[in-house]
C-alpha cells in the first residue's frame, strides 16, 4: 500500500491552508516500478503498475481523504526464481487492491494524521483472501528541517501487530526539479512471527533501512517523479529478492534496489471547506 505514505505531504499542504481557500481535490497516481516492495519486503520481482485515485474533502482546518491503490503484476511469473504476489501464469494480473481513508489536522508545526486501510487480495493463488486484512493507523509530521515524520500501524484483523516507520528527508532546489534525499527505518512490534500463522516479518525489532532519491518535476498539468531506493534488510524477509533456485526459500542480499517513476495529476473541483 503506497498512496497513505505518499500522500502526508500534500495533507499538510492543505491542512495549513486557509478555510477559505481550501477546495475538494480529486487527484490519482500512475506508477511503474521494477518491483512491488512493501515495508522492505520484496512481494513481486518483475515490474509493476500501481495505479491510485484519491478526494480530498477540507473541513475546517482539517483534510479528509479517501481513496483507492492498486498493484498489477505486468510480466508472466512462471520461472523457478520468480516472486509473484498473484501467483500470476499470465501478464496483467491484478493482483492487490487497497481502501484507504485519512483525516489530517494541523497543529503548530505539526500535522497529525489518522486514519485505516484494508488489503484485499482477489487471487485463487499467490495471495488470497484468506491474507485480507485491516489497520489503523497514526502519523505526526513536522514542517522542520529535515522534514522529519513518525508513522504507526496496527493490524486489528489477522496479524494484530504494531509497525512503526521513523523518517527524514531533505530538498535540494535544481532550476526546475527538486531532488530528494530521504532515510527510513522500520521496525515491528508484533507483525513478527509468534504462536499465530500469520505475520509479515519473521522477527521483532528493525526491519530495515530505506534510502532514497526522487526528483520532482512538472509537465503541463502532470508531476513527473522518477525515484530510486536502496534497501538494507535486518528482517530475513528484508533480505530476498527472489526464489532460491535449487530448493525451498529465498536468496538473501545485504542491499536491493528497486526504483521506477510515478505521475500525478490533481484537480481542486471549487468546493468550500465546510465548517
Do not use: C
Not at 512481494?43 to 473541513?59: E, G, R, S
Not at 502519523?139 to 522534514?147: E, N
Not at 508531476?223 to 526459500?249: E, F, Q, V
Amino acid at each position: 500500500m503506497k498512496r497513505a505514505i505518499v500522500l502526508g505531504g500534500a495533507l499538510a499542504a492543505l491542512a495549513v491552508a486557509s478555510p477559505a481557500a481550501a477546495q475538494v481535490t480529486v487527484g490519482w497516481d500512475a506508477a511503474l516500478f521494477s518491483s512491488y516492495v512493501w515495508r522492505g519486503v520484496t512481494f513481486t520481482n518483475k515490474p509493476v503498475f500501481q495505479p491510485d485515485l484519491y478526494l480530498t474533502v477540507p473541513v475546517g482546518k482539517a483534510s479528509i481523504t479517501a481513496g483507492g491503490w492498486a498493484n498489477v503484476d505486468i510480466g508472466k511469473y512462471d520461472g523457478t526464481t520468480d516472486l509473484s504476489e498473484s501467483g500470476a501464469s499470465s501478464a496483467f494480473n491484478f493482483a492487490e487492491f487497497d481502501w484507504w481513508g485519512e483525516i489530517g489536522v494541523p497543529v503548530g508545526v505539526a500535522t497529525l494524521t489518522g486514519g485505516a486501510t484494508g488489503y484485499i487480495f482477489p487471487n485463487d493463488v499467490g495471495f488470497t483472501k484468506t491474507s485480507n486484512t485491516v489497520e489503523v493507523y497514526g502519523k505526526i509530521a513536522l514542517s522542520t528541517p529535515l522534514s522529519p515524520k513518525l508513522a504507526a500501524w496496527y493490524d486489528v484483523d489477522k496479524i494484530k501487530g504494531l509497525y512503526v516507520e521513523g523518517s527524514v528527508s531533505h530538498g535540494i532546489p535544481l532550476g526546475a526539479a527538486t531532488l530528494n534525499l530521504g532515510a527510513l527505518a522500520g521496525w515491528t512490534g508484533g507483525q513478527e512471527i509468534d504462536s499465530d500463522v500469520s505475520s509479515n516479518f519473521d522477527d521483532k525489532g528493525l526491519t530495515h533501512v530505506d534510502l532514497s532519491a526522487s526528483a520532482g518535476f512538472s509537465a503541463g498539468p502532470l508531476s513527473i517523479t522518477p525515484s530510486i531506493h536502496g534497501i538494507i534488510g535486518n528482517d530475513r524477509r528484508t533480505k530476498y529478492t527472489k526464489s532460491a533456485s535449487n530448493t525451498y526459500g529465498f536468496n538473501d542480499t545485504s542491499l536491493k534496489l528497486w526504483g521506477g517513476v510515478t505521475i500525478s495529476w490533481s484537480k481542486a473541483l471549487g468546493g468550500a471547506a465546510a465548517e
